[in-house]
Each structure stands twice: as C-alpha cells, then as structure tokens.
C-alpha cells in the first residue's frame, strides 16, 4: 500500500512568511508525528496526534509553531513568520499506535528561510 | 534529562567487515521500547529493529544483531559482514512516553 506522503518535497520562503506543509499519513494509522532534522543532526520531535485526543504539543519550539490533523487523516505543520533558524528538513511518521509500534516516515520537506 | 548518546559519529569500514554501533540511553520509565532506524542518503527513514526493556534475549535478524543491557542501558546494533548498500547514518531511538527520542546518529560507510 501507499506509504507517508509529504509535500511540498521543497520549499524557499522568505524570512518573515507564513508556511504550510502537509502530510499524508498511512490509511488506518491512528498516530502521526511531526519531526524536525537539521542538516547533519539527529530529528528533534515537535508533535503527535493520536486519534482524537489531544495532541502533544510539547516539542514545538515556538508559538510561530502549530499543527492540525483531521481526524485520522491528512496533518497540516504551519510555520507562521519564518525565521532563518527554521531552516531544515520537516519528517512526518504515522504509526499504527502509540508505545512500542514502528513509525513510518515520509520523505520530508525541505524548508529553506531566506 | 532523557537523552541519548551516539558516541561513535561516523565509521568506515570495508566491506564483509562487521560493524558495532553503539547507543547508551537515559529514561525515566521503568518499561520502554528501542528502536534503530536507518537513514539511507537518499534522506527516507527506514525502520530497523525494537526491543522492549523487559526482554533482554539478544537476537540475530539476518545480517543484523543486537546486544540490550538493560543494567548499562546500552542497545548496541551490529552488522555482519557489511555491504556497500548499508552505508547510511543510523539513528538510536528509545521510545519513551509516547514519542521516539533521537540520537545524532552515527554515519556508517562501507567501502568497496
């Protein structure tokens, strides 16, 4: 079956812009999550949503920072006012649940602040 | 602080070698989960192996094993005989309250 889809695979912003990147995850996957790598690090969670609970906000780093999802379907990452710093690979998972199952990532986009 | 620690930032190694790479961890939980991933250069996480903390059996998975301590809270990943195509960067992840935390990844190549 289809995988994690992401789009758009790239995006250049100017500083001080507004962005919305997407995610599709798996059909059926219950949790998805919202990760951020920059270049040469490790990825630094931002945020997860598991069916109709809250979601767990607690990596964003700011309040430029904000995620929605649809019920068990497509999430939106909206970066509002971009900053240089924001400069990196966005990874969206979906997993089949919380504690202990596999998550399945998707391509990333490629965020660049000018 | 929950963390963890990929000590080993990058390896070269020659191919058929077998390669060890290691990973000591922090948690607050008593039960969790260890996870490695693979991150090849074309960028696209790829899930490896998980081990839950309350199953400390060592197993071997094709080319791959793995070595749980839960007393030194190591969770160390090895590759026999390594090809060409395992070159990639190779992340550490336990799986602590709900979410993975990450590692800065080791870089693993393996020449011809």
């Known amino acids: 079956g289809a995988g994690v889809s992401q789009s758009p695979s790239n995006k250049v912003t100017e500083k001080g812009k507004d962005v919305e990147l997407r995610c599709d995850p798996i059909?059926?996957?219950?949790?998805l999550y919202w990760y951020r790598q920059r270049l040469g690090q490790g990825l630094e969670f931002l945020i997860y949503?598991?069916?109709?609970?809250?979601?767990?906000k607690s990596g964003l780093p700011s309040d430029r920072f904000s995620a929605e999802r649809t019920g068990e379907s497509v999430s939106t990452l909206t970066i509002q006012r971009t900053q240089q710093e924001d400069s990196a690979v966005y990874l969206c998972?979906?997993?089949?649940?919380?504690?202990?199952?596999?998550?399945?990532f998707g391509p990333g986009t490629r965020l660049t602040v000018t | 602080a929950q963390k963890v620690t990929q000590a080993q930032t990058e390896i070269s190694v020659v191919e058929k070698e077998d390669v060890t790479l290691d990973c000591v961890y922090e948690t607050r939980d008593t039960t969790y989960y260890l996870f490695w991933y693979k991150q090849p250069p074309s960028g696209e996480l790829v899930f490896l192996i998980r081990r839950n903390s309350f199953d400390e059996q060592n197993e071997i998975s094709g080319r791959y094993s793995w070595n749980f301590q839960k007393s030194t809270s190591s969770f160390n990943f090895t590759i026999t005989a390594s090809q060409v195509v395992d070159s990639a960067v190779y992340f550490c992840?336990?799986?602590?309250?709900?979410?993975?935390?990450f590692g800065t990844g080791t870089r693993l190549q393996v020449f011809p």
């Open positions: 059909s059926g996957h219950t949790a």
């Open positions: 998972a979906s997993s089949s649940g919380l504690a202990g199952y596999e998550q399945y």
């Open positions: 949503f598991q069916g109709n609970s809250a979601p767990d």
């Open positions: 992840a336990p799986h602590n309250t709900d979410k993975l935390i």
